[in-house]
Structures are given as structure tokens and as C-alpha cells.
């Protein structure tokens, strides 16, 4: 139960526009090009958390070997998000998007910068996230949450409807 994880990081992959599942493999070969990747956690399908969309989502994450400091490291990500096609806009919250890659943990570091929060704000309200660190780490006690990945489904608010993508 006691597994430490300090140098290992957890980034979500989540996408519902056009083809979600070549999306999720493009970015995935193109996140090759600069880490190690570990492990990978099963894909899951689920409604849009935070918005309203007629578009299922497919999430998922891989555990990945640090190869450099998470600010560098969400410079890789939206380098990657832009590169696929990924349009941002300046309203507030969620929109539907092509790639969405996060960073949900990095280590047992907490950073909190404008820019970039970890342990990602929203881990403990969105159960897609939580599913993907429990594939990724098992019951290791989470140390920035003192709780593992299943304690944290059971306390969870979200109720959305996710199951596992078969395609």
C-alpha cells in the first residue's frame, strides 16, 4: 500500500472531437518523441464533465519517466494540443476540443503557479480521473491526498456514466 511514486508523473489524454480513438494515438506518438512512457491506463468513454456537449469523451493517461521539470513539461503538452488542432478560446471553462492533455500528478510535487497547478486542481471532482490514476498506480496511498485512488472514487460528488472503451 505504501508505494512510492516521487519521480513518476500521470498525464491524462482526453479528446471528443472527430476520431477520438486516432486522437488519442496520434498524441500519444507524438508525446513518445520526448518521454518514456510506463503504462497506460484503459481508455474511458464518458459524457462531457463541466459542459454541455453532444460529443462522448475518450480519456485516458500514462504514467511517464520525468525527462524534464513540469513547467517544461506543460510547455510540451499544449505545444503538442496546438499542434494537433487544438483551438482555445478566451471564454471561461470547458469546450469541446481535439486533444486535452493535463498534467494530474508529478511526484508528490505540489506546484501552484499561475500557470500550472499540481496535483491538478480537479482530480478529487472528476471520477474519469481518479479511474485513470487507479489503473496507473493501484492502491499506492496517494501522498498529496493521503488516500488511494479507490477511497477517492467511493468520496467522490461525480456520478457521471463511464465505462471502458472497447474500440
Same mark, same amino acid.
Given at each position: ?28 506518438? *507524438?508525446? !513518445? ?20 456537449? !453532444? ?15 513540469? *513547467?517544461?513539461? *506543460? ?6 494540443? =496546438? ?7 478566451? !471564454? ?10 493535463? =498534467? ?6 505540489? =506546484? ?14 472528476? !471520477?474519469?480521473? =481518479? ?37
Amino acid at each position: 500500500m505504501d508505494y512510492n511514486y516521487t519521480n513518476e508523473i500521470v498525464i491524462s489524454l482526453g479528446t471528443n472531437l472527430g476520431n477520438k480513438k486516432d486522437n488519442l494515438e496520434k498524441a500519444i506518438s *507524438l508525446l !513518445k518523441v520526448q518521454l518514456e512512457i510506463v503504462k497506460f491506463s484503459n481508455i474511458y468513454e464518458s459524457e462531457a464533465w463541466g459542459f454541455k456537449s !453532444k460529443n462522448t469523451f475518450l480519456n485516458m493517461g500514462i504514467l511517464v519517466n520525468p525527462t524534464f521539470n513540469a *513547467l517544461k513539461l *506543460l510547455k510540451f503538452l499544449k505545444h503538442i494540443e =496546438i499542434s494537433m488542432g487544438r483551438i482555445f478560446n478566451n !471564454k471561461k471553462g470547458y469546450s469541446d476540443r481535439i486533444i486535452d492533455l493535463d =498534467i494530474l500528478l508529478y511526484g508528490d510535487q505540489i =506546484i501552484n503557479t499561475p500557470n500550472l497547478k499540481i496535483p491538478h486542481v480537479k482530480i478529487a471532482e472528476r !471520477k474519469f480521473s =481518479i479511474l485513470i490514476i487507479k489503473d496507473l498506480l493501484g492502491e499506492s496511498l496517494l501522498p498529496i491526498f493521503k488516500k488511494t485512488a479507490s477511497t477517492m472514487l467511493l468520496e467522490t460528488t461525480d456520478r457521471s456514466n463511464i465505462s471502458i472503451f472497447d474500440g
